[in-house]
């Protein structure tokens, strides 16, 4: 019988078999696609006379086979996270992690790098950054280490990818073991018709009576948005933030754990810590320079925020409301006031954003752009009844990739949204081997009566893990190691976060946000008002990611020995960005799988990071023409095509003539 999880694919574009895949199959499939990979990487370390060729290049295709079928799992266990996935997760991360760790360091396949490395001065391009990818990803993998180190090293790799499977399967049982039910119609005062419907439907489909509302982000924000029961709002809030903390599904061992084992991971690759260890393969370089960029807009940001905050407490009390505003008041009341203030607010916006039509409208936007046209193909198999398959074509008509858009929350999905490379690009024996793409969300569900409508926070996510699609999509490069979304952490969110910038302007809402019942467009009254909107409480924004980032250089910067009391160290670590009274008993880190299962670890900053370079790349855009083609060629050309076949500041410089300044990032936000 034929192994969809191992074998190329036959189907049209290469796509995968998803329908044809057996869980019981990935362990025998692993086990195979390793005996091949090590056969292979056998016959480079016995290869005479090594050439760049005959070792470089042959080692970008040895595991082939293992990437497919790591791909495919891990994007099964992020989506589609079943009993049996779960049941082998562990064992399936210990194997690669044990093939990883077997050619990293061994000594004779990094005895013929060296060899290559040490002519490295004749290459240049793409073959420049192979090679030096190649050899820093044996070095930083501990090619170096003697061999008793090098068995302290498997040990800790082995710990560290059983605990952070572990850690990602805490925090969705966490999530889906609560849910707050009631049967009392008082108790749904201020909630929208749409968000009762929607409770009322995940009541019945849990065979219960009333209204059931989850952590989910769909049914917990709009609860938090506009449930006028303040008692409510702090239950469902308290759940929220003390996911996996205590009780039985508690991350806070694995938490110190992955930090410590991080560290001395680090320390024995001759590191000071594990920030000093990633941040070497980042655009910022340094620990200290993270620190100073927060800081600076720390500087600004905090000013602003207090401000805002006091303006509105000030508003809160001339309406009857607390004092002070607790954490679980704070998007109840901020809606209002923004309503009062800029006449605009979700439920307004919803019916404009029905999920089909915006899915047109980012469609939209990538062909205005780039000339991209994407066609649905049910034919094509998929992992989940929910998601949808698109073959992308560009304008020419020549095939681009492979689309796969999941946009419903369900038990077995991880919570957030991510944008993920089912197969990346590359060039095989000259053959351009296309990617395939896949975006996966957490957003309203279709009810009885009504569409699925999204928020305009849901929006700007769509068109976030969008541009990620489209880095991994329009890849052009010559290796796969160097394609799609292989770049510097920090310069990752680029692509993601500029194309967001297209929800605030007019000419982009104009293609998609009609009302779902009578297709009129949005007014253009209210776009004003959106856009009038969009910085508001944006210092409060700008803390509140700082205090993230705090908080994850807190747990990565220096020996994490120290922190016993996690909530603790949360306050102390955060508190340059508090604007609420702390709330005992709370503790984000236990919940912040970006840092502890996600690769963010000493990078949430890069947010941030990436914000400076995409207000700075968008006011080109808007100097020339938000759907101007000449600047977006080049951003396409500069950008999306190269992943990381160059250094990032060198693609930018490209692209934009000039280094990022941070002022259009300040202005946009209204920090100036």
């Not at 295709?61 to 997760?89: G, M």
């Not at 905090?302 to 509105?312: F, G, I, L």
Request: charged share 30%; with cysteine; net charge negative.
């Amino acid at each position: 019988m034929s192994n969809p999880i191992i074998e190329k694919s036959k189907l049209p574009h290469g796509a995968i078999a998803f329908d044809q895949i057996k869980v019981s199959e990935f362990i025998p499939s692993l086990d195979k696609a390793v005996e091949i990979a090590k056969e292979r990487l056998s016959l480079i370390k016995n290869e005479a006379k090594p050439t760049f060729e005959n070792i470089i290049e042959r080692m970008e295709f040895v595991d082939s086979e293992l990437n497919q079928v790591a791909s495919i799992f891990y994007n099964l266990h992020s989506a589609e996270k079943t009993a049996e996935i779960q049941a082998i997760a562990e064992e399936f991360s210990k194997k690669i992690t044990n093939y990883s760790n077997d050619v990293s360091l061994d000594r004779e396949l990094f005895s013929q790098v060296e060899k290559i490395w040490k002519s490295k001065d004749q290459y240049t391009g793409e073959d420049r950054m192979l090679l030096e990818k190649t050899y820093k990803g044996f070095v930083r993998g501990g090619a170096n280490l003697s061999d008793s180190d090098k068995d302290k090293l498997r040990a800790i790799d082995t710990q560290l990818a059983d605990k952070k499977i572990k850690f990602s399967d805490n925090l969705l049982k966490a999530t889906n073991d609560f849910f707050l039910q009631t049967e009392s119609e008082s108790d749904l005062e201020g909630l929208p018709e749409s968000v009762r419907e929607a409770a009322a439907e995940e009541a019945s489909s849990r065979k219960l009576k009333g209204w059931v509302f989850t952590l989910h982000y769909p049914s917990f924000m709009p609860f938090m948005t506009y449930s006028s029961k303040r008692d409510l709002r702090k239950k469902m809030f308290m759940a929220f933030s003390t996911r996996a903390y205590g009780g039985n599904f508690d991350n806070t061992s694995l938490a110190k754990s992955i930090a410590k084992l991080s560290f001395d991971r680090a320390v024995l690759l001759g590191y000071k810590d594990h920030a000093e260890y990633v941040l070497e393969e980042r655009m910022a370089q340094k620990t200290n320079k993270v620190t100073s960029f927060m800081q600076e807009l720390l500087s600004k940001a905090a000013p602003a925020a207090k401000n805002e905050m006091k303006d509105m407490q000030e508003w809160v009390s001339s309406k009857g409301g607390p004092n002070p505003i607790e954490s679980w008041d704070y998007a109840y009341w901020a809606d209002k006031l923004k309503k009062e203030r800029f006449n605009v607010d979700d439920e307004q916006l919803r019916p404009y954003f029905k999920l089909e039509n915006v899915i047109d409208g980012v469609f939209g936007v990538a062909e205005k752009l780039y000339g991209l046209k994407f066609k649905l193909n049910s034919q094509i198999p998929v992992y989940h009844k929910d998601v949808r398959p698109y073959e992308v074509h560009d304008e020419d008509g020549s095939f681009i990739g492979l689309f796969y858009a999941d946009f419903f929350p369900r038990a077995t999905k991880s919570g957030g949204a991510w944008a993920n490379d089912i197969r990346a690009q590359w060039l095989e024996k000259g053959v351009d081997i296309r990617p395939h793409a896949a975006i996966v969300c957490n957003f309203t569900k279709p009810t009885a009566t009504k569409p699925s409508l999204l928020g305009l926070d849901e929006v700007l996510t769509l068109f976030h893990e969008f541009g990620h699609a489209l880095h991994v999509l329009l890849s052009k490069v010559k290796y796969r190691s160097l394609s799609c979304t292989s770049v510097y952490w920090d310069f990752v969110e680029l692509p993601s976060q500029i194309f967001e910038n297209w929800v605030y302007e007019k000419e982009c809402l104009d293609l998609f946000a009609k009302h779902y019942e009578t297709g009129e467009t949005i007014p253009a009254e209210l776009v004003a008002n959106v856009k009038r909107a969009a910085s508001f409480h944006e210092g409060r924004s700008t803390l509140r990611q700082l205090a993230f980032g705090l908080l994850d250089m807190g747990w990565f910067s220096g020996d994490p020995s120290h922190i016993q009391d996690i909530e603790k160290f949360e306050q102390e670590v955060t508190e340059p960005a508090r604007l609420t009274p702390k709330i005992e008993g709370v503790c984000s880190s236990t919940a912040f799988s970006h840092i502890f299962d996600g690769g963010y670890s000493s990078g949430y900053y890069s947010y941030k990071w990436a914000e400076v370079l995409d207000a700075d790349a968008f006011a080109y855009f808007q100097e020339k023409g938000v759907f101007n083609r000449e600047v977006a060629k080049k951003f396409r050309t500069q950008i999306l095509e190269k992943g990381g076949s160059a250094h990032p500041m060198e693609l930018y410089k490209a692209f934009r003539g000039q280094e990022p300044s941070v002022e259009p990032l300040l202005e946009r936000a209204g920090l100036v």
